[in-house]
């Protein structure tokens, strides 16, 4: 039987705030296979970017624990986590998370950077290709529009070739249309490499695209 | 990966962002400020080096009581270096019946080599510069000489066997140093007529003298070779044995560029905070997506301090070049109404400021690298998420110790260094304080107030860290440039009072007691005002507390003063330039009792101290006088001052001869001719030529330290300017934001000028109070010279910064205000 791409167990979350503890998310489990497209859904505040960072490794949970591709991330330290995710997963954010010193370009070629990938010029330049941004490729993201910054930041995600790529709200600050046109595109790059997605959402009909639906509510998976 | 390449490459993308751009300037303003201050400083220490070798007219001299060994001249010759010989002895010259005590100088052609002598055709004729030395077989005298022999140039004047034509008046030799009282009339004669006269014999009390003079290593070297191999009786002289007047001035203005220096350092390092923490500040976003696409703690933490490095060692070059630049060009511009002839600096201050920089910028930048390193990566997803602070002040520890030990680096001084930074210090803990408490009252006053200055005011208090980090700064900067204006006041001052227009250019020596009050009434008789007379005794100290004076232990120059005859002299009062540092001075009743006041530099020297008893013999009878107090002597005042000084009724029954100074104005110098006619037995020192050098030199420190002052000052606004640019931000954006909602112009003008009013009058007031401790504490305790509290200045000082740091705040936003808001909004 092959091994699972995310395999969650117990996984649990509590913060302390003002008002006393807190639990986020109540000992939940969650298995993804490879290759599949799962939407978690569920309204603001219902621990769905909580989530998505334990699966990430972005943060530690509260109790269980997380595997990718086997690997147990609570026996990764932070570093070892940091590692994993550069060489496992991509990532697509509501907010782009663009670094705004650096151009379309050099957006895509940093995780090849940090990876120390052989020609990650040329592997950047072709995902900025196929995302329709090549006549854009020098310039920064202030000099983008919305759209346009998140096909930089898809570019990005699919351009190391992750096994898995986590999406967070990717079309939450962007205008229905677009958000369609990127949505599209992020379905037809992800069926072309073969990669894992896991995309978090409120939008019930970006969640419909998906080949399973996972609806989060008060910290439990339903 | 390939840290180095990725840097280089993060480097380029953030210069060309511009998020470098400010922590370079900040940075390559900041080292241009250390390396021009200090290469200027270097320069003009070596030029006043120079100058004070005028004062041996040489760089370095070799005194013996026997003839030299021709080794040395030899040597010198063999490494280059200028050499001159001269002899000193004293002997009676004659002319006709009359003969007189002459201090003899033999010197050859290529005396001085340092300087000029100056003569004069006849008595009356003015002097003038000259390259020569006397001719065999002439000799130039002193005019104090033509007086006591009756001569005038052109008469014969026998020296042992021969005799000379006198062909000059000797007005000024560069290193006519020594005691002004005791010794005789000079006559300057060529060394080659020497063994003609017959006066040097076995037991003649010969000085003999080797000049050198050269670069300064060669002089150095030279002189380290030397050290080694001195033979008894042999010693090398040095600048301080010369003129006192000038060296101490010659040390408090190397002080006062040292200070400059470490004004310098200490506005680079405010520079390079404020621009060292928006750096930061700017890339914690940037680290968190860096962590989520994979990087690790450790490689972010090194490709920042590899770009820090690369900044730090390019901008450091920058720096340095353009330090280079701007002090070589002010130095062209003033360098010749400054100092003629500046040498080439050393390389040495472009070191000082590379190293400022780079350690300023690690040392302030390293503990919050710290922040960078834990910004969590989640901060991607959940942006609301705190960002890490730096939790303990202690983390900036080494970076303070770091700055310290620059600062004392560059003051090269302890005492300096420690009392300014120190000082420093304790007011940056009292600016931080007080802007703590500043930020509480605004942020209680800001809720009931309403208007545009309350969102300036508001603003302030609403980002209290960064808030107090700016006054804080700008505390620190503000108090070294008012500290700098306060000390160069007390400095020019005291240079000032040391020699006031009227400062006495003739000294009278060999007055009798009884000749006391017809002096007095010539004086009056000739319309000026009749000078005060002061006793002199001459007395050899001859035990310390009962015993014998051992002077097996002393250096040669306690051994040297124990030797010769001390002047003693008495006083009810004490004198005007003259401090007591231990004891007291005696009251009347004190009158006649056995006391002693002595000067606290020959205590130190002699191992002397308050309530030792001394044993002094006077004329062949002995006296034992008690300590009473220990004085510091203003040497540089140009005027009479005694070593030892007893209370009136003390000393009376000795043989005494009184001495007195006096200023005669140019024009009236015929008196000096009745004078010399009505108390023929009386010695006129004329003291013009030596005043003239002494202010001279005085006037060129002067240049030196008001240039370097204003070039410090210059640098320091716009280090402050770059500081001040490093940390808008925030506010471009939080004012762009209030455009947005609707705010006008001045409305935003209004809550600009009111923030940064805030600022500058609490950075002001800590500045103004902490630079009139801090002056009054260099002057008083490093300098050593009077303070003056000058309210005004500090006055001024706090009003300048509040006119002109809202205005370069408002002049640094007013570009922006012309900008588009959603450009603005986008680029920040």
């Known amino acids: 039987m092959p091994t699972p791409v995310i395999e969650a167990k117990q996984l649990s979350k509590h913060v302390t705030s003002s008002e006393g503890p807190l639990t986020i998310l109540h000992a939940l489990d969650l298995m993804v296979e490879a290759g599949e497209t799962l939407a978690i859904v569920g309204a603001s505040g219902s621990g769905k970017s909580t989530l998505l960072g334990l699966l990430a490794g972005l943060d530690v949970p509260s109790a269980g624990q997380v595997r990718i591709n086997g690997v147990a991330l609570d026996q990764l330290n932070e570093d070892g986590r940091a590692v994993l995710r550069g060489r496992e997963i991509g990532f697509v954010f509501q907010s782009f998370q663009l670094l705004p010193a650096f151009t379309a370009l050099e957006n895509v070629l940093l995780p090849l950077e940090l990876a120390n990938r052989a020609d990650a010029a040329g592997q950047a330049l072709a995902a900025l290709r196929r995302v329709g941004l090549e006549r854009r490729l020098s310039h920064t993201p202030n000099q983008l529009s919305g759209g346009e910054q998140q096909r930089v930041a898809i570019a990005r995600a699919f351009a190391p070739g992750p096994k898995l790529l986590l999406a967070d709200e990717p079309t939450g600050n962007l205008d229905s249309a677009t958000g369609e046109r990127i949505i599209d595109l992020l379905f037809e790059l992800n069926r072309e490499a073969g990669t894992t997605l896991v995309l978090v959402t409120h939008d019930a009909a970006l969640a419909d695209r998906c080949g399973r639906t996972l609806k989060l509510e008060g910290g439990r998976l339903i | 990966m390939n840290s180095m390449s990725f840097v280089w490459r993060l480097c380029k993308r953030n210069w060309r962002a511009g998020e470098l751009r400010i922590l370079a300037l900040a940075l390559v303003v900041a080292v241009a400020a250390v390396s021009a201050v200090g290469f200027f400083t270097d320069r003009v220490q070596s030029v006043l080096a120079r100058q004070s070798n005028l004062l041996l007219a040489a760089d370095l001299a070799l005194v013996s009581d026997h003839p030299l060994a021709d080794s040395y001249r030899q040597e010198a010759k063999r490494r280059g270096l200028a050499v001159a010989q001269t002899m000193l002895f004293p002997s009676m010259a004659t002319h006709g019946t009359e003969s007189h005590l002459a201090e003899i100088k033999a010197v050859d052609e290529r005396y001085p080599l340092r300087g000029h002598l100056r003569i004069a055709a006849s008595s009356s004729a003015p002097m003038g510069e000259t390259a020569r030395v006397p001719a065999a077989g002439t000799v130039w005298v002193e005019p104090r000489l033509l007086g006591q022999l009756g001569i005038a140039v052109g008469d014969a004047v026998k020296l042992g066997e021969r005799c000379f034509t006198v062909s000059a008046i000797l007005r000024f030799e560069p290193d006519r140093g020594g005691d002004m009282f005791s010794i005789a009339p000079r006559l300057m004669m060529h060394r080659g007529d020497v063994p003609g006269t017959g006066l040097i014999q076995f037991g003649s009390r010969v000085s003999y003298r080797l000049l050198v003079a050269g670069a300064e290593k060669p002089v150095e070297d030279y002189r380290i070779w030397l050290a080694s191999r001195l033979q008894r009786g042999e010693r090398l002289e040095q600048v301080s044995d010369a003129r006192p007047e000038i060296r101490n001035a010659l040390t408090k203005a190397r002080q006062f560029l040292g200070l400059s220096a470490m004004a310098s350092v200490i506005l680079a390092a405010v520079a390079m905070a404020l621009a060292g923490m928006r750096f930061v500040t700017r890339n914690l976003d940037a680290c968190a997506v860096m962590r989520c696409l994979g990087a690790s ?27 280079y630049l701007a002090q070589e060009g002010l130095s062209r511009l003033l360098g010749g109404m400054l100092l003629e002839g500046l040498p080439p600096p050393s390389p040495l201050p472009a070191l000082q400021g590379m190293l400022t920089g780079l350690a300023v910028l690690l040392g302030v930048v390293w503990p919050l690298l710290a922040r960078l390193r834990d910004v969590p990566a ?35 001084e302890v005492k300096l260094g420690a009392i300014v930074v120190g000082g420093l210090c304790g007011f940056l ?86 000749q006391r009050s017809a002096l007095q009434a010539f004086f009056q008789q000739e319309r000026m005002p009749p000078p005060p007379l002061q006793p002199m005794i001459k007395g050899r100290l001859i035990a310390v507390n009962g015993k014998p004076l051992d002077v097996s232990g002393f250096d040669e120059r306690a051994r040297h003063l124990t030797e010769r005859e001390f002047n003693l002299s008495w006083a009810a009062q004490m004198q005007t330039d003259n401090r007591i540092v231990a004891g007291r001075w005696w009251t009347a009743e004190e009158t006649g009792q056995p006391l002693l006041s002595l000067e606290q530099g020959i205590a130190e020297t002699l191992g002397l101290h308050l309530g030792d008893w001394l044993t002094y013999d006077i ?197 922006t205000m012309n900008l588009p808001s959603q450009r603005i909004l986008n680029s920040v």
């Open chain 2, 297 to 323: 703690q450790g490689f972010i933490v090194r490709v920042h301090l590899l770009q820090l490095l690369l900044v730090g060692l390019l901008g450091g070059l920058a720096g340095c070049m353009l330090g």
């Open chain 2, 378 to 412: 989640l901060r991607v997803l959940r942006s609301d998420l705190p960002l890490p602070t730096v939790s303990r002040w202690l983390t900036f520890l080494p970076a303070g110790l770091m700055i310290a030990a620059l600062v004392l680096w560059t003051a090269q």
């Open chain 2, 429 to 514: 803990a009292l600016a931080a304080l007080l802007a703590w408490g500043a930020m509480r009252l605004l942020r209680r006053l800001g809720r009931s107030q309403t208007g545009s200055w309350r969102f300036g005011a508001v603003n302030l208090a609403r980002h209290p860290a960064a808030s107090i980090s700016t006054v804080a700064g700008f505390s620190l900067g503000l108090t070294a440039l008012l500290l700098l204006t306060l000390v160069r006041g007390d400095l020019l001052r005291n240079w000032q009072s040391t020699l006031p227009p009227d400062a006495p250019n003739r000294f009278t020596i060999n007055i009798q007691a009884d």
């Open chain 2, 619 to 815: 004329a062949g009878e002995t006296i034992k006088l008690r300590i009473a107090n220990l004085r510091k002597v203003e040497w540089d005042s140009m005027r009479a001052n005694f070593f030892a000084v007893a209370p009136p009724g003390t000393l009376e029954r000795f043989p005494a001869s009184y001495i007195t100074s006096f200023y005669l104005p140019p024009p009236r110098e015929d008196m000096l001719n009745r004078m010399v006619k009505a108390f023929p037995n009386v010695t006129i020192i004329d003291v013009v030529a030596i005043l003239a050098q002494v202010r001279s030199m005085m006037n060129r420190m002067a240049y030196a330290v008001q240039f370097v002052f204003g070039f410090c000052l210059a640098a320091g606004m716009l280090v402050l300017y770059a500081a001040l640019s490093a940390t808008q931000d925030a506010r471009k954006l939080e004012y762009t934001l209030l455009r947005v909602l609707g705010a006008r112009r001045c409305q935003v003008v209004a809550a600009v000028l009111t923030e940064f009013a805030l600022v500058a009058l609490l950075a002001g007031l800590v500045a103004a109070f902490g630079a009139g401790v801090l002056g009054w504490a260099v002057s008083r305790y490093a300098l050593d010279i009077p303070y003056t509290f000058d309210a005004s200045l500090l006055a001024w000082g706090t009003g300048s910064a509040l006119a002109i740091i809202p205005f370069a705040a408002w002049l640094d936003l007013r570009g």
